[in-house]
Every structure is written in structure tokens, then in C-alpha cells.
């Protein structure tokens, strides 16, 4: 936004909060930015709200009304909707606190936050997506990939895409699409980690960010827990967590197939989503001017460079981060 529109965009949110919280005195703060456009502000007083902020013409708040109403209908706490301007964009909702789980968890506590995740993660997992719900078909899941094509290699790299890339890509492309479409289909938050949930005093946890829900792998949300953007765990502590869910997942009536098969499933859809985030985090920085989450490139090549080698199936892939993308990136985190 321009500064004038910024400044008319900002008076249009004080007056609604005003407005919903009947109180012609309260004053908003920064509570956080989102990677998109929307933005949240906490009402200053007692009791604190949270206005989310998601500008007509760059963010839409239906579709994430419309998830919040049916994970909130199968079990799934989420946040409660105090008031609604739809059309102008913005939200009341109740403030869940001003940490998020990436905030408070450790190794020390991880396991007693994990599965408190893992609670939420199954209970939305049951949730039957109604009919027409948008699924992680072949198209979704080519261009994700694109994005690693486009924004890291083509814009950031500038790397030209030849034969000697864009073939074995393809290849293994085909490869990690055809194992997605694979695996049972249930409902996908498409970005569960710990970022995106809000611990509550009595222990629970709340799911945020799940506007982008779709039908699709029932890895994928798994992977994104334990292989987050924003922090790395001990491998032992993933392979605790894939197995963890598992059994689980399997006591709760989920259609997980058998560990190993299931380890393998959470390998190759990891491997989609870290290509994928990846052109995210370029495509961040060169399109939206937001260059911070590059930082996290690295974590990716890790997970990366951690997996490709167990599965021959992505072989064709290893020399392209070692030799075109690793070099550009620098130094990786340690295991």
C-alpha cells in the first residue's frame, strides 16, 4: 500500500474495533504480520482482542471463516469470531496469547507439546472435507513445484532452465506427485507446525493459518510438524513423532498405511513441500519484498540432502542442490 492508502487502511480498522468492542477510546497495536497480506493488531485494554486485518482485492476472510467453521465443527479449537466487517476485510476474534508454540517449545518439552499437536492434527484429520473441497491434485502439486523452478532457480539463481536441470526435475517431479496422489486422502491444514499453533493455560493448543486447507496426503501435515520452516529437531525426535502418530493416527481409525510405508510417504511429501517452500521464500523476497525468509533456505537443504539419499527414486535430484543450489546458500545447520 501507499502511505496514504496504508493511513486510510489504518483508520478504517481503528473504527471498526471501536465499533465491535464499544469503546471510542481503545488504541490497536502490532501483534504479528503474515507472510500474505493479512496483518493482526491487539486492542490495547482489558479485554485484549486481536483484529485481523486482510485488505479487499489482496485477501479474502471467507475462506477462512469458512474453515474455521468447519474445524470448529469437528472438535478443532480454533479461534472464536467476536464480530465480522466481511466486506471491508476485517475480523474480531478473541487473543489467544502473544507466543506462539515455536515460542515455547524445546527439547526438553517437546514431546509433551507434540503430542498435545498431534491431538488437534488427528481430530482435524477426521474431519470428512465436504463435497467440492479444493484437493491436492496433480495440478496443485506441479505448480508448488514450479515455484522451486521459477523463483529460486530461475529468479534468484538465475540459472537457466536447460536440459541438464529441467529433465531430471522432471523426472522426479513425476515421481514425488505420483507417491502424494498415492497416499490415503484426508483433510490437509497445509501448513501445521508450531508457528501456526497457540498454546492455551489448560495445556491445549489452538490451530491458526488454516485458510488453504485442502483434501490431500495424510503426511503431508505430519511432515510440516516435525520438519518445520522455522526450527530444526534431532532426527531421533522426528522418527519419535512419525511413529508416535502413527500408532496414533492407527488407533483413532485413520487410513495410515503400515510404518515403514508410512515413513516413506512422510520422506517423499517432505521433499515436495521443502521444494516448494523454497520458491516460496524466493518468491517472498523478489515479489513482495520480504528477503527474512531466505534465512531459513538452509534448513531446507538439509532436509533435503537428509532424505534424498535414502530413496534411489530421487537420486536425480541430489547432484542439482549439491552442485547448482548449495553453493549459492552457504553453510548448512548441523543434523
Known amino acids: 500500500m501507499t ?17 465491535a468492542l464499544g469503546d471510542a477510546g481503545v488504541t490497536l497495536e502490532r501483534a504479528s504480520v503474515d507472510a500474505g497480506f493479512r496483518s493482526y493488531w491487539r486492542s490495547v485494554g482489558a479485554p485484549s482482542r486481536i483484529v485481523m486485518d486482510a ?11 469458512a474453515i474455521r467453521d468447519l474445524l ?3 472438535g478443532v479449537r480454533v479461534p472464536r469470531v467476536l464480530a465480522r466487517e466481511v466486506e471491508a476485510g476485517f475480523l474480531l476474534l478473541e487473543d489467544l496469547g502473544a507466543s506462539t508454540l515455536l515460542q515455547v517449545i524445546d527439547e526438553a518439552n517437546a514431546e509433551h507439546w507434540f503430542d498435545a499437536a498431534l491431538d488437534q492434527l488427528i481430530t482435524l484429520q477426521k474431519i470428512a472435507p465436504p463435497a467440492g473441497f ?6 496443485l502439486l506441479t505448480r508448488e513445484l514450479r515455484l522451486f523452478d521459477d523463483w529460486l532457480l530461475g529468479r534468484h539463481f538465475g540459472l537457466e532452465l536447460d536440459c ?3 529433465e531430471p526435475l522432471e523426472l522426479v517431479y513425476r515421481r514425488l506427485i505420483d507417491a502424494a496422489l498415492a497416499q490415503p486422502q484426508v483433510l490437509v491444514h497445509r501448513d501445521f507446525m508450531p508457528r501456526n499453533l497457540m498454546p492455551l493455560h489448560e495445556g491445549d493448543l489452538a490451530v491458526l493459518d488454516f485458510q488453504d486447507a485442502v483434501t490431500g496426503p495424510i503426511g503431508y501435515d505430519v511432515l510440516s510438524l516435525f520438519k518445520d520452516a522455522f526450527a530444526s529437531w534431532p532426527p531421533e525426535l522426528v522418527e519419535w513423532g512419525v511413529a508416535r502418530y502413527h500408532e496414533r493416527a492407527t488407533s483413532a481409525g485413520l487410513p495410515v498405511p ?4 508410512f515413513r516413506r510417504d512422510v520422506d517423499f511429501i517432505g521433499v515436495q513441500r521443502h521444494l516448494k ?6 518468491r517472498l523476497k523478489h515479489r513482495d519484498g520480504k528477503p527474512k525468509y531466505l534465512d531459513d533456505a538452509p534448513r ?10 535414502k530413496h534411489r527414486e530421487l537420486a536425480p535430484l541430489r547432484p542439482i542442490i549439491e552442485e547448482r543450489v548449495l553453493p549459492h546458500i552457504g553453510a548448512l545447520p548441523p543434523r
Open 3 to 19: 502511505a496514504p492508502a496504508a493511513d486510510t487502511r489504518g483508520l478504517a480498522r481503528l473504527a471498526f474495533a471501536r465499533a
Open 55 to 65: 485488505p479487499p482485492g489482496q485477501e479474502d476472510v471467507r475462506p477462512w471463516l
Open 72 to 74: 470448529e465443527s469437528g
Open 134 to 139: 479444493p484437493r491436492y491434485d496433480d495440478a
Open 164 to 166: 541438464a536441470l529441467s
Open 258 to 261: 503400515a510404518l515403514a510405508e
Open 277 to 282: 517452500v523454497l520458491g516460496i521464500f524466493a
Open 300 to 309: 531446507f537443504l538439509r532436509y533435503l540432502l537428509d532424505v534424498i539419499p
